[in-house]
């Protein structure tokens, strides 16, 4: 079956100019946004490199220099296919920002694709494979506001300031979130001119920001997608609708945006999505509301705790023997009603571990 890569090959020939940007060209942007662009992209807009060059510069580098930049092997492929095509090849990309913080609780990343006639589309990097990057992602459960979300409007405001023109905000997995957030609680005048926001299996948001005025303004022009077996894009709080996307994966592994599959221009479709990701939104939704905030912030807490005595700085290292023995350990001491939901957390991140271990 089709997915991005053979998208980019059947439709690279044609200019946005011919097809407007679509659903699936947003996702392509989406998933760049995973390669680390630091110290090789200018921070001045007008010395940006447009993606031919861009794809050339990650060639002429060493091996290991190169391929480490890469969260997955395709994404170099992904890259030197936009820069090779008609249809991307002569736009540049510009504004590459990453910036991790612990003290914080900090992952964020972004790029922008600067489009003809002076738009631009604003791409949010989702959860990478840090602690870090999980944790954050954990406190969407508690927490109104993320350090990541209010980065994302920072950064939308900033290059809205930059390019006049029309504007598109997209991201995957966690980044599908700081996308409809960023844009959302954005200025209003930077809100009147986002064409359209792309949500690509995000997790949603606590109730206060869905009754946000912005939030309620910008809803008809949020395009939520999630795969037939979502989980992450089934948590928390959506108001918008979404589109049920044909992944040739299984559980948990459908979340990766190379698995989804393309029909023409658009996205292979299914009527709805399954009943194991309507069951795992159900339980999960029901458990957090027997919940107080104190209460989700001591689970979310505790299971940052077992992780960290792991040792490990990222999840593929989860599935290592000594790691599973400290952490089934640091469990032993938490309360029976909390065991069994990080049990099932845990072994979740564990498996989805193991699956790196095999494929990298």
Do not use: C
């Given at each position: 079956m089709s997915n991005m890569l053979d998208y980019l090959r059947e439709r690279g020939g044609i200019p946005l100019s011919k097809l407007p940007l679509t659903p699936v060209d947003a996702l392509i942007i989406s998933t760049l946004s995973y390669v680390q662009f630091d110290h090789l992209i200018a921070k001045d807009l007008k010395m940006a490199p447009d993606l031919l060059e861009l794809s050339q510069m990650f060639w002429e580098l060493p091996g290991e220099a190169r391929t480490h930049r890469f969260r997955d092997t395709r994404d170099g492929e992904l890259l030197e296919a936009l820069g090779q095509s008609l249809r991307f090849g002569s736009l540049h990309l510009a504004g590459a920002k990453e910036l991790l913080d612990e003290e914080q609780e900090l992952q964020f990343a972004?790029?922008?694709?600067?489009?003809?006639?002076?738009?631009?589309?604003?791409?949010?990097?989702?959860?990478?494979?840090?602690l870090i990057g999980w944790k954050e992602n954990l406190n969407l459960s508690f927490l109104d506001v993320i350090p990541g979300q209010q980065k994302a409007r920072e950064y939308l405001e900033k290059i809205a300031d930059l390019c006049p023109g029309n504007l598109y905000v997209?991201?995957?997995?966690?980044?599908?979130?700081?996308?409809?957030?960023?844009?959302?609680?954005?200025?209003?005048?930077?809100?009147?001119?986002?064409q359209a926001v792309y949500n690509y299996d995000g997790p949603g948001f606590r109730k206060k920001v869905l009754e946000d005025p912005g939030y309620r303004e910008i809803l008809k022009r949020i395009h939520t997608f999630v795969p037939q077996g979502s989980v992450v894009g089934m948590l928390l709080e959506h108001?918008?609708?979404?589109?049920?996307?044909?992944?040739?994966?299984?559980?948990?592994?459908?979340?990766?945006?190379?698995?989804?599959?393309?029909?023409?221009?658009?996205?292979?479709?299914?009527?709805?999505?399954?009943?194991?990701?309507?069951?795992?939104?159900?339980?999960?939704?029901?458990?957090?509301?027997?919940?107080?905030?104190?209460?989700?912030?001591?689970?979310?807490?505790?299971?940052?705790?077992?992780?960290?005595?792991?040792?490990?700085?990222?999840?593929?290292?989860?599935?290592?023997?000594?790691?599973?023995?400290?952490?089934?350990?640091?469990?032993?001491?938490?309360?029976?009603?909390?065991?069994?939901?990080?049990?099932?957390?845990?072994?979740?991140?564990?498996?989805?571990?193991?699956?790196?271990i095999v494929s990298g």
């Open positions: 972004a790029i922008t694709l600067l489009l003809e006639g002076g738009g631009a589309l604003v791409a949010f990097r989702g959860t990478d494979g840090t997209a991201g995957h997995s966690k980044g599908g979130n700081l996308a409809v957030y960023g844009a959302a609680r954005s200025r209003e005048p930077v809100r009147e001119r986002i108001e918008e609708s979404y589109t049920v996307v044909q992944s040739n994966e299984e559980g948990l592994l459908q979340h990766e945006p190379y698995s989804w599959e393309v029909s023409g221009d658009g996205f292979r479709e299914l009527t709805q999505v399954t009943e194991g990701s309507r069951m795992v939104d159900e339980t999960i939704k029901n458990w957090l509301a027997g919940l107080s905030i104190k209460e989700r912030e001591h689970v979310i807490e505790a299971l940052y705790e077992i992780l960290k005595v792991s040792g490990a700085k990222r999840i593929g290292e989860l599935a290592r023997p000594k790691n599973l023995l400290a952490m089934l350990e640091r469990l032993g001491g938490e309360e029976e009603k909390t065991k069994e939901m990080l049990l099932i957390t845990l072994r979740k991140l564990v498996e989805a571990a193991a699956r790196t």
